[in-house]
């Protein structure tokens, strides 16, 4: 019971620090590299993968923009329209040079901090 609540509260507090967030749009067009982390409230293993993407911008928001899309609400349609959407949410997508460059993380990279760091450091040389 104490574990479900707070899981629950965990997650209420990680969706709303989110909502503030840049858009995707806005993003691209930022000289810095994004990352964007894919999901909808329904897929597997979110929550650890929101901690760790959080964990991740509070450690490299000066050098990212990141950027949390819910392909599930209406105002990712344009996002879905033009990136292929891959059916195994949650996962992380790095672009720069305005989208033209990007590189796909699965959920067991984000989840390691060591990997995601790797990645993100490699992605932005």
């Known amino acids: ?24 749009e ?3 067009s930022s000289s810095k590299p994004s990352a964007m982390l894919i999901y909808a409230d329904w897929a597997d293993g979110l929550a ?12 490299y928001g000066d050098r990212y923009n990141f950027v ?15 990136y ?10 790095l672009f720069r040079d305005g989208g033209k460059v990007s590189r796909y993380l699965q959920k067991n990279c984000i989840n390691d901090t060591a990997c995601f760091t790797e990645r993100l450091d490699f992605f932005n040389r």
Do not use: C, D, W
């Open 1 to 24: 019971m104490y574990k479900k609540l707070l899981f629950l509260l965990v997650s209420a507090l990680v969706f709303a620090g989110s909502a503030n967030a840049m858009k995707y």
């Open 26 to 28: 806005e993003s691209l």
């Open 48 to 59: 650890p993968v929101m901690q760790n993407f959080t964990a991740m911008e509070q450690q």
């Open 68 to 82: 949390r899309l819910n392909i599930a609400s209406p105002e990712t349609k344009a996002f879905n329209q033009k």
């Open 84 to 93: 292929h959407i891959y059916p195994n949410l949650p996962y992380v997508l």
